[in-house]
């Protein structure tokens, strides 16, 4: 038979008569109590209790079910409340993300910010991107719900220590949880960002009718695909460089085998490219030195290093392309396209040591053109900056840096260049002359007699 307490009866009664007229903020700790009371007097289950309750904080469906479930019931004791906030979904969502879940921040993953890349904690203000830009919203969250909310997640990584400043992990959806705090930031100002990569399926033609590219570029993009040019997409932080790199694969050949290495599982090219023999792998810069070895005896058509932020990954692209691996392609943060080689020398030289004019020769010998790509002040629009033609002359020593479009910000059109150096020629020819003529006429129009 169930127990019956008068206590609760008589409070529920209570209730009853007043009109369900409990606040939110006192239905979340009325109900925060009787799970901890229950938990208390079912002491022999407890370690299934636990377990429960640590699966439901991380995210588990059936775990986090189990709760919201139990809230339904415990609600019929107590009513409603009527101001339920209206970042929660429901009331029983609501007193789940305030007790157990993720607080104010479960709005983020709800349908209405599936396409937000990121949320920010900071003290206890909380933020989403929202078409590029970071907005304040209305939700707080105090410092003893953070530090709570921090236990939970750290739930992910047990070897993680509590008392480190920083702390690094990955949600089961994919989410990077990124935490700063203790020494590292300002009392009460502890942060906690959650990224997650957002790559849109996008043709060339839907690139162009965003204003991303120029829509005359289209055949001419596809048919340098086809041409298996090594390349490398350039830009700062959210300039849409991984977005173009996945347009730019989805148009490889898809029977040809490649490689794609990430430090993070940005790039889904399992969904982008279900049919393709693509190998992922995922590799710090740690954990690249002891499979480099392995990768170079790959018999993989292509290699993508998607984010080449560091020394040992791009020294892994350099030595492929030296090997004469074709359809080479590279994402790297930079502000200043022409900078390029030595930018990515100087990684590889602060990793590996070596001669930076030396490395970045070879940079320039490995890569046929550059894709740069900028935000605008409207941060929702992405704009192709530049393309530059990169090679290295041998007989005189020289790097070279040649511009085959540049976007007019003014005009607000796209200036081309009838650019086709000998070494891009043999190349292609090797590949496909036949699509090397039509490429060569097609950038001869664009260019007009440059």
């Given amino acids: 038979m169930e127990q019956f307490y008068l206590e609760d009866y008589l409070a529920a009664e209570n209730h009853s008569r007043k009109g369900g007229d409990y606040s939110f903020e006192k239905l979340c700790k009325l109900i925060n109590k009787d799970f901890l009371d229950e938990w208390d007097e079912q002491k022999e289950n407890i370690r299934a209790d ?74 206890d ?7 590029g830009k970071m907005k304040l919203k209305k939700q707080r969250i105090s410092k003893e719900r953070r530090e709570q909310l921090i236990r939970a997640l750290l739930l992910l990584t047990p070897e993680e220590r509590l008392d480190k400043n920083f702390h690094e992990i990955y949600m089961l959806d994919g989410t990077r949880v990124t935490i700063f705090g203790g020494a590292m930031v300002k009392e009460g100002q502890d942060v906690i960002i959650f990224r997650r990569y957002i790559i849109p399926t996008y043709t060339f033609e839907e690139q162009a009718e965003r204003g991303t590219i120029p829509a005359e570029a ?84 292509y290699m993508i290093m998607a984010e080449a932020r560091e020394g040992a990954a791009l020294d892994t692209a350099i030595k492929l392309a030296a090997k004469g691996s074709r359809r080479m392609k590279i994402t790297y943060h930079t502000r200043e396209p ?15 040591g070596g001669d930076v004019h030396f490395m970045a020769r070879k940079v320039a010998a490995s890569f046929d053109y550059v894709f740069h790509f900028v935000q605008l002040k409207d941060k929702s629009r992405k704009k192709l900056k530049s393309i530059h033609e990169l090679s290295y002359d041998r007989s005189r020593d020289e790097i070279l840096m040649k511009p085959v479009c540049e976007y007019d910000f003014q005009a607000d059109k796209w200036q081309w260049r009838n650019v086709l150096g000998e070494d891009k020629r043999k190349a292609a020819a090797e590949e496909d002359a036949l699509a090397l003529e039509e490429f060569s006429n097609m950038l001869a129009g664009l260019g007009g007699s440059a």
């Fill in 218 to 301: 289209v055949p001419l993009f596809k048919a340098m695909v086809g041409l298996g040019y090594n390349m490398a997409f350039t830009g700062a932080v959210r300039t849409a460089k991984t977005t173009f790199l996945s347009t730019w694969q989805s148009y490889e050949d898809k029977s040809l085998e490649g490689v794609m290495v990430e430090t993070d599982p940005e790039i889904p090219l399992h969904k982008l490219m279900p049919d393709a023999p693509v190998v992922q792998v995922i590799a710090d810069n740690d954990r690249l030195g002891s499979i480099v070895k392995n990768l170079l005896r790959s018999d993989a058509d």
């Fill in 50 to 123: 636990l377990d429960i309750q640590k699966n439901a904080i991380i995210g588990h469906k059936k775990e986090v079910s189990f709760f919201k479930n139990k809230i339904i019931e415990l609600l019929k004791k107590y009513g409603c409340c009527t101001d339920v906030p209206s970042w929660y979904k429901s009331l029983e969502d609501g007193i789940y993300h305030e007790n157990w879940g993720l607080s104010g921040i479960a709005e983020w993953f709800g349908d209405g910010y599936k396409e937000s890349s990121s949320a920010k904690v900071i003290g």
């Fill in 338 to 352: 022409l900078n390029f080689p030595y930018d990515a020398a100087c990684e590889i030289v602060g990793s590996l």
């Fill in 125 to 131: 203000r909380i933020y989403f991107m929202e078409n």
